[in-house]
């Protein structure tokens, strides 16, 4: 059991459609990250939220846009996506950031893009 | 940028067999933590090491940092199949709120 939760846990979309991936957390971690990870690759980080606020942009292109409305939530807006954009988003949170706090992941989003 | 590298790349023992993977990075990390993914699922946290020369067990789960906190590993001592999935070691540098994931091993177990 997981207790960070995605959804969808499926999605296809074509290249001009726009969706949103969302995560949720209730353990009180203030730190939430988007990772994007590819088959047998390890998990790349995307965007790390800390209290809210963006504090790092792994330099992903503009047509993936993170939301923080809160401190429990975090969404992934996706615009305009390539087929190379196909792969395994991961939702992770940990109590702080730095510092080595694990981090706890969700169970991803499996994203196709036709 | 920060490199982490992982061998072996892949590893496939027969139960009760024992299994490391090495982790290795470009740069002094100030610590490392040790993730494990099943297929099919997401990274699961298993330990973190901060200190020089550091030696962490967990049952039959050895881990330990080098004394340059450049390089670490992971020592499972006779292998079951419920350990079968990716091995990732993950490495912070300074206060970084980053985690760079290593390269991973994935570790096949069989009777």
């Known amino acids: 059991d997981t207790e960070v939760t995605q959804t969808p846990k499926h999605l296809v979309m074509g290249m001009t459609n726009k969706k949103s991936l969302k995560c949720e957390q209730h353990?009180?971690?203030?730190?939430m990250y988007w990772y994007k990870q590819k088959a047998k690759k390890p998990p790349e980080l995307m965007f790390v939220?800390?209290?809210?606020?963006?504090?790092i942009n792994e330099s992903v292109p503009s047509r993936f846009s993170p939301e923080c409305p809160n401190s429990s939530l975090l969404n992934l807006h996706l615009h305009a996506l390539q087929p190379e954009d196909s792969a395994l988003y991961l939702c992770?949170?940990?109590?702080?950031?730095?510092?080595?706090?694990?981090?706890?992941f969700g169970d991803g989003t499996r994203l196709s893009i036709l | 940028g920060q490199q982490v590298m992982q061998i072996p790349q892949y590893q496939h023992v027969q139960e009760g067999e024992d299994f490391t993977t090495y982790c290795n990075s470009s740069?002094?990390?100030?610590?490392i933590q040790w993730y494990k993914q099943r297929p099919g699922g997401h990274p699961v946290f298993l330990i973190q090491?901060?200190?020089?020369?550091e030696v962490k067990k967990q049952k039959r789960l050895t881990f330990q940092f080098g004394e340059a906190k450049k390089n670490s590993s992971l020592h499972i001592t006779a292998t079951q199949t419920t350990d079968v999935g990716t091995y990732f070691c993950?490495?912070?540098?300074?206060?970084?709120?980053?985690?760079?994931f290593g390269t991973g091993t994935r570790l096949q177990v069989t009777l």
């Open positions: 992770a949170s940990s109590q702080a950031r730095g510092l080595g706090q694990p981090q706890h």
């Open positions: 353990m009180g971690h203030r730190a």
């Open positions: 939220y800390s209290y809210e606020k963006l504090s």
């Open positions: 740069t002094t990390l100030s610590n």
């Open positions: 090491l901060v200190k020089s020369g």
């Open positions: 993950a490495g912070r540098t300074g206060t970084a709120s980053k985690l760079t």
